[in-house]
């Protein structure tokens, strides 16, 4: 089902009438709705891949990073792995309708609070199509439509995904107007999506620091500020040299263009001879640059001399920037400075040292040897996650199915009257 001609007021609207349908579903039928996408994601791979392959083709010759290109990329595994997300999301428990909350007051009245879904979800994000099926896959089954805003460097796959999805739903019988985009309208179809006040109940940007900045200052449209990830992993005294190498090396290169990958490594002075020289050469072995300060370089060859802006830096790239700390607490007063509060670890066997970190770090997830790839919502078990959010209201750190939902009150009573 491919959208017809529209302006972008028209789509937003469209995707509020379908809001108050989609509101409705059972369980069942919104489980049946996204098995049949992921049913038609897989039989569209070709086509998607093609579509992928155009968008790569033309941010190579615009200059796309190595590191948006990787965040565009998809190939059979990758969609394959799309419609596995999807039939996640499918088998996950049912967000709306939860009773949080009852109590009768005394006049008889009796009072539930519940789940409800917001109605209309929307996303403004960069050369990322996964985050055009999470996202939608997520809306749905919460009980929201979708309006997505998915950046130039992915349009054609992007137009794909969603024409495919739409498509499903028709298919499926139910509104595919619940799943809407304004890529066609550039810049403009983002400045009216963040203006769409009373058509777009809520609005996640996903990308660089400065798109999510420029979403937060200029939206009208309420925000769920999802963080850039100048992300921390201290290693303390007690760091055993196996788990430090491990947990960095994996941290920083199993995908570095992530948000959850590593970018900045703390070691405390009393270990730094014992694990800076063995942790920069397996960085190096694979790959990585290390931007070190001058203990850094001093322990360890072919180092890059750190500047001030690596500590504030998300290098989304095979770099890292490592300096050598006195103690735990100037570890801790170096991410308060520089710390986007997205993901923070710290490697330790000393139960103190772990469990002050564990209560001190402000980030949306705190860690105690573990790597920092593990902030996802999939790894969350959430299927799949509508974004890291780093602020502190309504929902912090992965967002799942449940932070799509808000609540209302339902009063019964028997012919009360308050006196």
Request: charged share 25%; glycine share 8%; hydrophobic share 45%.
């Amino acid at each position: 089902m491919t959208q017809a001609p529209a302006t972008a007021h028209e789509r937003m609207s469209r995707a509020k009438d379908a809001a108050r349908s989609v509101g409705l579903l059972d369980d069942a039928r919104k489980r049946e709705l996204l098995l049949a996408i992921a049913d038609a994601i897989v039989a569209a791979a070709a086509d998607v891949v093609a579509a992928n392959d155009e968008d790569l083709s033309r941010g190579r010759e615009q200059g796309l990073s190595e590191a948006l290109q990787d965040r565009l990329r998809l190939d059979e595994v990758r969609v394959a792995a799309l419609a596995q997300a999807v039939r996640e999301i499918a088998a996950l428990p049912d967000p709306v309708g939860r009773v949080l909350d009852e109590r009768t007051l005394p006049s008889g009245v009796r009072l539930q609070k519940v789940s409800v879904p917001f109605g209309v979800v929307g996303a403004i994000y960069e050369a990322r199509p996964n985050v055009t099926v999470d996202i939608t896959a997520l809306a749905l089954r919460s009980g929201n439509a979708v309006v997505l805003r998915g950046g130039t460097a992915a349009l054609h796959t992007n137009r794909a995904l969603v024409d495919v999805m739409r498509a499903a739903l028709e298919s499926a019988g139910a509104d595919g107007e619940a799943v809407q985009t304004v890529d066609d309208f550039g810049r403009e179809g983002a400045r009216e999506l963040m203006q769409a006040r009373g058509l777009i109940d809520v609005l996640v940007p996903r990308g660089s620091a400065q798109l999510i900045e420029t979403v937060v200052t200029e939206s009208s449209v309420p925000v769920i500020e999802t963080g850039a990830g100048v992300v921390h992993i201290v290693l303390d005294a007690s760091a055993p040299l196996d788990w430090a190498r491990d947990i960095v090396v994996n941290a920083k290169v199993q995908r570095p263009s992530v948000c959850n990958a590593v970018e900045t490594v703390l070691v405390h002075r009393d270990a730094a001879s014992r694990l800076v020289g063995p942790v920069v050469g397996a960085l190096q072995d694979a790959g990585v640059t290390v931007h070190g300060d001058e203990q850094v370089a001093s322990l360890a060859a072919h180092v890059v001399a750190a500047t001030e802006e690596d500590w504030s830096l998300e290098h989304l790239s095979l770099d890292l920037s490592m300096r050598v700390v006195d103690d735990l607490d100037e570890a801790l007063a170096h991410i308060r400075r520089y710390s986007t509060h997205h993901t923070e670890s710290i490697i330790t066997t000393d139960d103190a040292s772990a469990e002050r970190f564990l209560a001190e770090v402000d980030s949306a997830v705190v860690m105690a040897n573990a790597s920092t790839r593990f902030t996802d919502g999939g790894e969350f078990g959430f299927g799949a996650e509508v974004g890291i959010s780093t602020q502190k209201l309504h929902a912090r750190g992965p967002m799942g199915l449940a932070e799509l939902t808000s609540t209302k009150w339902l009063a019964r009573g028997t012919g009360q009257v308050r006196g």
